[in-house]
Nanobody
Framework: QVQLKESGGASVQPGGSLRLSCTYS?????KAWFRQAPGKEREGVAA???????WYADSAKGRFTIAQENAKNTLYLYMNNLKPSDTAIYYC???????????????????WGQGTQVTVSS
């Protein structure tokens, strides 16, 4: 019953910045941004829980910031100093508990948005 919708994807130059948004309905404790680049598996990028604790993939640390605005039912991903390797479809996801090992995965029922394209090129 939880629905999510991403927006904000665009084409930008290396070094540029972008803000992705994800609006959602319903409640879940944990939320995250994933991405999938051409020819690669989907990977976790950033996560946040109901206590506003955050986690980041090594590739995102120092450049990306995840945030949530509960009153607006919106999740954000602020991306700075973008690189061509950031090119991917970005997805927001929500569930109760996110397990973070080599691959990030939700425990139990979880939900996905449709994705938004981010392209970083000269």
């Amino acid at each position: 019953q939880v629905q999510l919708k991403e927006s904000g994807g665009a084409s930008v130059q290396p070094g540029g910045s972008l803000r992705l948004s994800c609006t959602y309905s319903g409640y879940t404790y944990s939320k995250a941004w994933f991405r999938q680049a051409p020819g690669k598996e989907r990977e976790g990028v950033a996560a946040i829980n109901g206590a506003d604790a955050t986690w980041y993939a090594d590739s995102a640390k120092g450049r990306f910031t995840i945030a949530q605005e509960n009153a607006k039912n919106t999740l954000y991903l602020y991306m700075n100093n973008l690189k061509p390797s950031d090119t991917a479809i970005y997805y927001c996801a929500a569930g109760e508990e996110l397990k973070m090992a080599e691959r990030w995965s939700f425990e139990g029922r979880h939900y996905w948005g449709q994705g938004t394209q981010v392209t970083v090129s000269s």
